[in-house]
């Protein structure tokens, strides 16, 4: 084939950038290296005769539902109880609120194609959630960075720039539990201000959740969606994203979105045009798998395996680098977020420890602008407990190297 | 909920058109209707035996990647056994030419995201598939019909499009074979001419490919994919769609794109922000399925009863109606064109058709502007051998009482 051609590509994709995480994979092929890179759960830990025992049921009675075209909306079996376990986590939804997504990921791309027009503004929390950021660069969206801390989006920035009246946003993203990257969790008292915000500036705010079940210490904080009872006049404007992809399995590709009908509406007309329907067997087998009853106990095993590796992943890097890393402890989730003194950019570690077999990913794919380069992210949920501890010495030889 | 919320949403989403189709499908639940609406295959023939253990053995064999994310592009072992489905197709292709979609239309979805701003001008044959002109209503297109008749689309006319500077096309698309809606077959001159023309102007050209293995008689034309093993220079400016969701069963959710590796790098970014994979689970039950060599008896199977029921509903078609109603019998796929004299708009009939308890498609909703209202689309496929006369039967009575 000819190399010559010069396609007329829209101005985002003349120039692409792929994903900073997936780049990273070409690395996991090599099965000496240890990864804290990717976002994946642990595989170690899937219920895989739950998952079989599921799916083989629903194929043996009701064949014709699993392998034909289904709804759009999604599998109403599966919409059924999407909607009691959301009843469960204080969010009643009613059915034309629900949207089952192939991966909560999806719904947010749907969103952003009902919403953003290229040159909209956009404000997501920073660091933020690296395919978020390259969905909206493809929208073609104006994206501005709010400033977070250990405590989550910072809403009292936020609220100055919903005053500037030059602004106007299309959309506000946070992943307020258990965030990725950064691992922070937005306190109590923000949630209600930011809820009371988006209601008076009448913006539309995506919680994106998909970590919310992973609570180290007990019960998660109450979702945005659910502290709507307090703030109903937020209803109308939150858009709730979830996914059974870090509790149940990610290759199942079963998310769903809670937003008002007529966001629905649209995100509906999206999917017709995009991929129809979520595989309808594997909307069948996760319907009857949550109906089983078997969701809480693999949570369970989770949370106590993730628990451990993060107090791990913190002892560890305590010990191989004392004063000089900085980090908070996640309460829950995937992810820790770090700096280390005496590192510039993280990007240029990378490579060292490519070279010692370790990877993570560098903190600056996660910011829109203001790039805090010293920044880096590891996540402690696929990797072995007994390879954390290599995974850090390795990592501390790639600093000596490095400087 | 309160329901004043006024979301900014994009000016194609403001006002939304759902599909046509998907508009009857609330009629299908009542068990007395009879359907020649939907494109769905008959789900009588899906291989559930053969889909069933195919999964369970790739579940068995391979767990981790089953349900863990999977490559973007598809899983590795999927797109070696689709390029041997390609290969014996008579159009061998590289793997950095393949990316797997979740379904034929999501490749198409993705492709106007790389090439279709708003205001782009698209080309495409005249009827055609409602979702296409949907899709390209959602980017913001600039839709041009081109005239077709049963040698499918009218090369000469689109060449003189193309002569005129004022159009300049981002696209191009065709459903060259056994086509949706129409049933028409591009002939081979027109192909070869077809090829040539985009090769001299440099413009996208979707085949999009769907029914080509469900022919009635003999092998089907060779794709103008395979073609351009003649017309090489048209080579990169030929994107082709394909399906399993026709032959397999559409609930897998399986289709794939063959293109230029540019044009597939670009389509690899758009899934990375939409659904990131296909459920690798099954993709690998399929590729199991494609290797054990159950698919070639699976489309003979298909192909048979498709034959039988098109010949019963022309047929029964003749005898109702007579010389009041045209069509061309399609040599492959699973829809039948027609026009019925005296009927004005086919819509206007839909009303009585259904208090009949018959479903088809009015023809307005494949059109870009210049609708031939007095066609229908009927499809053979999903009906039941028995119930073709009967639905036929209600479809007169429809007419004599819209008369």
Redesign the interface.
Known sequence: ???D???????A?RN?A??PI?EL?KYLSDPGMISFA?G??S?AL?D?DG??AA??AV??ER??E???????EGAPALRQVLASLMAGRGAPVAQD?LLVT??S??GF?FLA?????PG?VVLVEEPTYS?TL??LR?AGADIRGVQSDHDGMDVAALEAMLADPSLRP?LIYTVPTFANPSGATLSSARRLQLLKLVARH?V?LVEDDPYGALSFDGAPPPSLLALCASVP?A???LVHLASL?KTL?????IGWMVA????V??A???K???????????QLAAAQYLEAGRLPAQVAREVAAYRDKRDQLAAALGQAFGDRIRFALPAGGMFLWAALDGIDDAAALLPHAIAEKVLFVPGAGFYVEQRQRATFRLSFASTNLAQIGEGVARLARAVERAG
């Open positions: 084939m000819t190399s051609a010069a396609y007329p590509f829209v101005p994709l692409p792929g994903s997936r994979f990717g994946y759960p595989a899937f895989v998952i079989g799916s083989a194929l043996r064949p014709a699993c392998l034909q075209y289904g709804a759009t609120e192939s991966g990921q999806q791309d194609r009902a919403l953003v027009e909209s395919a390259q969905a493809l299309r009448r539309v006049e209803r109308p404007w992809s399995a990610p290759g199942l590709r008002a009908p007529e966001i509406r649209r509906v007309i999206a017709q045009v995009s991929d129809l329907c979520t595989p309808p067997w594997l």
